[in-house]
T-cell receptor, first 115, second 114 residues
Framework: DTGVSQNPRHKITKRGQNVTFRCDPISEHNRLYWYRQTLGQGPEFLTYFQNEAQLEKSRLLSDRFSAERPKGSFSTLEIQRTEQGDSAMYLC?????????????FGPGTRLTVL | GDSVTQMEGPVTLSEEAFLTINCTYTATGYPSLFWYVQYPGEGLQLLLKATKADDKGSNKGFEATYRKETTSFHLEKGSVQVSDSAVYFCALSAGGTSYGKLTFGQGTILTVHP
């Protein structure tokens, strides 16, 4: 396994700009999750994909956020018109849908700083 | 809704001391319970898990027992090392038709001194 990878690792942007993050899950994993982690807090769920279908979005995911997973492989998370409150670490995780072993493997995260 | 509460940190211990980090949860149904660890500069890693009541998860000398009667999943280690210094997160995945979405506690920072 090469593990879950995320790019970029760091992103600094000005308020009002759009940003896009990419997540490459472990190759055979069909489930993919996005979480957001702010300083001193645990990760919070944002959205989930089963293959290419986005099955749930948290109320934390405002209309400025959109996520895709074309072809059920990599995923992108876009934030439009960024705000300073969007500054956080964005984590991606993947897992394999198999009975009793739905362990999520996390990527290193993308740290977003909105100036 | 589902929630996880961890003991407030940070926790500072000397090497070879006994460690306990408390975790309690609120959930409907029968969740699976997890401890994740985040070492400095690294991503979250699964440390151990338990999927049903009275199960004990263990890994790298750490243990936690799923206690349904007290809705707890406390993390313990008999003798900590400097290399155990990290942030520890308790988490749950709701049971039933859940697809595995994790709900995390706020994390506990552990620092172990030589």
């Amino acid at each position: 396994d090469t593990g879950v990878s995320q790019n970029p690792r760091h992103k600094i942007t000005k308020r009002g700009q759009n940003v896009t993050f990419r997540c490459d899950p472990i190759s055979e994993h069909n489930r993919l999750y996005w979480y957001r982690q702010t300083l001193g807090q645990g990760p919070e769920f944002l959205t989930y994909f089963q293959n290419e279908a986005q099955l749930e979005k948290s109320r934390l995911l405002s209309d400025r956020f959109s996520a895709e997973r074309p072809k059920g492989s990599f995923s992108t998370l876009e934030i439009q018109r960024t705000e300073q409150g969007d500054s956080a670490m964005y984590l991606c995780a993947s897992s394999l849908d198999r009975a009793n072993t739905d362990t999520q493997y996390f990527g290193p995260g993308t740290r977003l700083t909105v100036l | 809704g589902d929630s996880v509460t961890q003991m407030e940190g940070p926790v500072t211990l000397s090497e070879e001391a006994f460690l306990t980090i408390n975790c309690t949860y609120t959930a409907t149904g029968y969740p699976s319970l997890f401890w994740y660890v985040q070492y400095p500069g690294e991503g979250l890693q699964l440390l151990l898990k338990a999927t049903k009541a009275d199960d004990k998860g263990s890994n790298k000398g750490f243990e936690a027992t799923y206690r349904k009667e007290t809705t707890s999943f406390h993390l313990e280690k008999g003798s900590v090392q400097v290399s155990d210094s990290a942030v520890y997160f308790c988490a749950l995945s709701a049971g039933g038709t859940s697809y595995g979405k994790l709900t995390f506690g706020q994390g506990t920072i552990l620092t172990v001194h030589p």
